[in-house]
């Protein structure tokens, strides 16, 4: 355990937090937790809707390691019952429920990658289902009846498509209840959650004292920005790093985003304190630091934790003797291009990049030697990108672009 003050304990759990419902609720109950010796339980639910974490996925994780840190009950709850229904968080329209199977083979996966970040000894692992299902239906008008529809139209995800006049499942009413119901059922002390999530976890502080439980406190982190600066990690939008990827693989990942984006990747990805990164900001600001140098530093701390310090240095050398060594530009204009899932012709990125008038002029340029990705020369004139890649250089003579790859549509 971290021996801190209690000022320092509220500055290092509220670090990147966007919302804090309430901060004097939060220091009430550490202080009360530090003169009883009684643990907060801390809440956290992720419905296995995809097989594998990815680095948006950490920003909570790395907060809950942090009251790890200080000595408090983490609860990664996997929601398996939740994920039957389908979180309408930023849904334009009702979301597919996933089967039974495909939520228990996540939940799976789930499982044995929390633990690169999280302590297994002091994290307890459970399943929504177990209390959930139990409600039965006398159980499930009951919590419904704590809630009613105006409330509901506050939500304004709910309220778009009521305005639009476009169909809201009665189904999808109960995702926010079951989410309040695991706090009552938890005894949840806080919650966190993305910043998407506000309402969700404020339905639990609503709730809770029907049920003769104190409200949780809310904590929400900001949703973490893709590889493309603009949308959020995802592997739909293909700009994510997953935390399962090869050491390389991801190193250069991280090494794509922009000088501007990594300096968010610092304060939500790394156990940086704000001074420490307001530090290195000014270094760089005043030319004694160079943003590339910072950035290999930023990739050479994440691909530690989950990897190893060995794998992230070897990562870094093997970027170095590929790229640097080619002189391949960094300080280059972002292009998004659009690649559907089955992977694009590199003469057609070509052609939408500007680097052509035509898919025949550009299969001219590639057969002739001129086009390089990433620095490596392509000779192939069928060379297909496909729709996970990451973010590369393209250089076509002595021009260059940073091409973001991108979901059509």
């Given at each position: 355990m971290i021996p801190m003050t209690l000022e320092e304990r509220i500055t290092y759990l509220a670090k990147g937090c966007v919302d804090v419902v309430r901060e004097a609720e939060l220091r009430a109950r550490?202080?009360?937790?530090?003169?009883?010796?009684?643990?907060?339980?801390?809440?956290?639910?992720?419905?296995?809707?995809?097989?594998?974490?990815?680095?948006?996925?950490?920003?909570?994780?790395?907060?809950?390691?942090?009251?790890?840190?200080?000595?408090?009950?983490?609860?990664?709850?996997?929601?398996?019952?939740?994920?039957?229904?389908?979180?309408?968080?930023?849904?334009?329209?009702?979301?597919?429920?996933l089967s039974r199977e495909q939520i228990e083979e996540n939940a799976e996966t789930y499982k044995k990658q929390v633990f690169k970040l999280l302590d297994p000894d002091r994290t307890v692992v459970d399943f929504n289902s177990a209390w959930l299902r139990a409600l039965g239906s006398e159980g499930?008008?009951?919590?419904?009846?704590?809630?009613?529809?105006?409330?509901?139209?506050?939500?304004?995800?709910?309220?778009?498509?009521?305005?639009?006049?476009?169909?809201?499942?009665?189904?999808?009413?109960?995702?926010?209840?079951?989410?309040?119901?695991?706090?009552v059922h938890l005894r949840a002390d806080v919650e966190l959650g993305g910043t998407d999530q506000l309402f969700n976890l404020n339905v639990g502080r609503d709730i809770m004292p029907a049920w003769g439980v104190e409200p949780q406190v809310v904590m929400t982190i900001p949703l973490l920005v893709g590889l493309d600066g603009a949308e959020k990690m995802s592997k739909s939008a293909s700009n994510y790093v997953g935390i399962t990827e090869p050491p390389g693989e991801m190193f250069g990942k991280l090494m794509s985003i922009s000088d501007e984006l990594m300096w968010s990747y610092h304060e939500l990805l790394t156990d940086l304190s704000v001074a420490e990164v307001e530090a290195l900001k000014a270094r760089v600001a005043s030319g004694e630091a160079h943003p590339k140098r910072v950035k290999v530093d930023l990739?050479?701390?994440?691909?530690?934790?989950?990897?190893?310090?060995?794998?992230?240095?070897?990562?870094?050398?093997?970027?170095?003797?590929?790229?640097?060594?080619?002189?391949?530009?960094?300080?280059?204009?972002?292009?998004?291009?659009?690649?559907?899932?089955?992977?694009?012709?590199l003469a057609a990125i070509m052609v939408d990049a500007g680097f052509a008038k035509s898919g025949a002029a550009a299969t001219r340029v590639i057969a002739q030697g001129g086009v390089r990705v990433d620095g490596e020369r392509v000779g192939d004139r069928f060379h297909t990108v496909?729709?996970?890649?990451?973010?590369?250089?393209?250089?076509?003579?002595?021009?260059?672009?940073?091409?973001?790859?991108?979901?059509?549509?």
């Open positions: 550490l202080e009360r937790s530090a003169a009883s010796g009684d643990p907060l339980t801390v809440k956290v639910g992720f419905d296995p809707t995809a097989p594998d974490l990815h680095l948006g996925h950490t920003v909570l994780l790395r907060k809950m390691k942090h009251f790890q840190d200080l000595g408090h009950r983490v609860i990664f709850l996997i929601g398996d019952f939740t994920g039957l229904i389908g979180d309408p968080t930023g849904r334009s329209k009702t979301r597919p429920p499930w008008i009951r919590l419904a009846a704590r809630y009613n529809v105006a409330q509901m139209l506050e939500r304004r995800d709910f309220r778009q498509r009521y305005d639009r006049g476009r169909p809201i499942a009665i189904h999808e009413f109960l995702y926010p209840l079951a989410q309040a119901y695991d706090s990739a050479r701390r994440i691909v530690t934790d989950f990897h190893s310090a060995a794998a992230a240095r070897d990562a870094a050398e093997a970027f170095e003797r590929r790229f640097a060594r080619r002189e391949v530009p960094t300080d280059v204009e972002d292009r998004t291009v659009a690649v559907p899932g089955d992977g694009r012709r496909p729709a996970d890649h990451p973010p590369f250089i393209l250089q076509v003579g002595r021009r260059a672009l940073r091409i973001l790859p991108a979901s059509p549509g």
